[in-house]
Every structure is written in C-alpha cells, then in structure tokens.
C-alpha cells in the first residue's frame, strides 16, 4: 500500500477531518489529527447539519458508522417551514406528507463529531494544537504549532476550514465575496430567551424571506437555537459599518434598522444575553480553479471550496471529499501517492464547482426581489422530481 510506513497529518477535527481518519485508520494507515480546540468537549457552534445520499450518508456508510447514526440523528428537525418578513407561514413541513427532509436526515454538530472521533482508535486527534506554519523537511512537512509542538508527517492534509491556513502553501487562488454578509449566532436556552421564535421553528428550521433579506433558524437537541441573518451588504461592511460586534447592544440597534420592515417577533433575536454572534462575510472559490498538484499535501472540505450556506452541501462536500481521497489513497490504482492525489482533486474540482455554481443560484435566488415565491416554486419542483 502506498501509505505503508508513513505518517499521515490531518489538520483539522471537523467532519471532513474526522470521517478521513476514521476511513484511513479502518485500512491500517497511521494518521493523527491535529485540532486547535482544547479538547472533545469544545461546544460546537453553528446550525444543525442534513446529510445526503451519496455524500454525508455514504461517508458514516463507508465508516460503518450507520448504527450510530441512527441513534443520534434528530427525525424532526429537518421539517422546514417557509416565512415571510411578517412571520407568516407560506409552507410548513409539518403540515403536509413530505418524504424531501426525511432523505436528508438532521443531525447536531456536537453529536455527529462524538460518533466520528469515538470510532477513532486512542489518541487519534491531537487537541490544543493550533496550527502556525509549517516547511519542508526530507519529503515531508515539519510542522509547527502554537504551543512549541513540532511534528515531522509525510503527507499533510488540510481540513482547517474556510479560512485555512495551509491551502496557501498549495495554491494563491482567492476567495471571491457572494455579495452577501451572514450574522451568525445561537441562542442558548431558546424556550426561555426566544419563546415566540423557539414555538415559531417547531423544533426543526425556518427559512424567512423578505425585502431582499433572509433569516434562518435552527433548533438544537440541547435547547439552543441557531440563526443566520443574510444581507445584501458591501465586503468590508463589517470593517466601515462602526459597529463592534463584541457589543451587542450595538448589534440589536443595527438588526432593528436593517430588518426595520419585518415583524417585531424577530427582534427575540438579540434579546437575550445568552447567545453569541460573529458577522461572516460569504466567499466562494473560482468555479475553474486549478492548481498543480503536489505529492505530499492535499486539502479537502472548506479550506478547497468554501462556499455559502445555502444550498445544505459543507459539511457533505467535506465528508464526500474524505471518502474520494481515502479511496484513491488506499487503492491500487495508482503508481504514488502524487498520482493518487492529482486523481483526488480534479475529481473534487470538478464536483465542487458544480455544487458552488448551485449554491450561488441559491444565494441569489433567496436574497432576490420576490424570493419567497421564487423558493416556494423551487422547493415545489424538487418535491415533485
């Protein structure tokens, strides 16, 4: 096998990451991985997570991780319902026969990174360890991370996010902004903090359109609910707005303005004191992206095809990504590990450019005039296929 006596680097105990190890380490190979969280109980931020047929699915498939899966997946909270600006509700999941969420089955962040980093043999991943920089040794990486850790890996594979550090030492290529700037947040305690708005989601996901503007919401396991705010802005609003986003104060008094013609229910948003938010610019990749291949760094998941989150597709990009490079990396078909990678990645480029290019339609279609009717006739078509 081509990865026999070497020793292999994950940077990054995502899903990608994560599902990567474990697919590796069922074939024999010696893998670590190496995340900056402190340790397994570092709470998981973000929004719950529907995994795909052929992606998220076929990975914990591949793993042999179904099992698990089955006992941790949520069977409501894929139920969505469409809202307008007013709060009114056009579509609802929870009144109509709908088989559409239940092939996209929902699982929370937190539960998800258990089963993947369970399933791993001791002491797999490496946590507290904060990627710096890292240089060539031999054929080989040495790495350096930020509490004096150096280690020495024969391939290095970064799934360090969409603000990777590593997938500048594979190409330059930069991120392009969708046009559209998120608030991301989560309110913990929900049912005390957001009560209309925790009633309103109904335990599964609410997408609500209007004036050109998106919310969405989440609701998790443990009681908290996450939200996306989705707006129109320029690049650097972020920078040139004046507000500080550590204020939340400031935060709520902006919301207000910038939602000024929606309903007073979304103002539960920034009510409570306990929550987090954190403003995210969305950015994607070039749809024709190309690099030249090296033979002992790769990358997969956000840090090569970060995009926006509305189409549903990260974290199964990610987890698609991990079974595709353990595949060609354990297979025979291939005369190295340079080969097997090159293989990898065009077939990766290809796949992410077609899921980018959906993603964009997306993100326009939902932040368009008229987008409401636009994704009620859309989510009809696919119903009906």
Known sequence: MMLQNKKIAIIGAGPGGLTLARLLQMQGVDVKVYERDLDETSRQQGATLDLHEGSGLE???RGNLMNEFSTNYRPDAGKLRLLDENANIHSDDHSEENTYSDSRPEIDRQPLRDILYKSLKPN??????????????NDGWLIHFKNNITIY???????DGANSKIRSYITDIQPIYSGVTIVEGNIYNAKKNAPKLWE?????????????????LSAKGEGSLSFYTGCKDDENWTKTSGLDFNDKEQISKWFKTAFATWSYVWQELFNSDEMWFLPRPQ?????????????????????????????????????????????CLTSNKFENVHFAIKAFEKQMRKRASEITQDTLNNTALMHSENGLQKLLDLFKQMREQ
Request: aromatic residues 10%.
């Open 59 to 61: 990975a914990l498939r």
């Open 124 to 137: 797999t991943v490496v946590w507290n360890s904060y990627f710096v920089e890292m240089e060539k040794q």
């Open 153 to 159: 890996a024969d391939l290095v594979i970064a799934v």
């Open 200 to 216: 309103l989601v109904k335990g599964g996901k609410i997408f609500a359109l209007g004036n050109e503007q998106t919310i969405i």
């Open 283 to 327: 950015y994607h990749f070039p749809l024709d992206q190309h690099w030249e291949s090296l033979p002992n760094l790769t990358m997969l998941g956000d840090a090569a095809h970060r995009m926006p989150p509305y189409a549903g597709e990260g974290v199964n990009m990610a987890m698609q990504d991990a079974f595709e490079l353990a595949e």
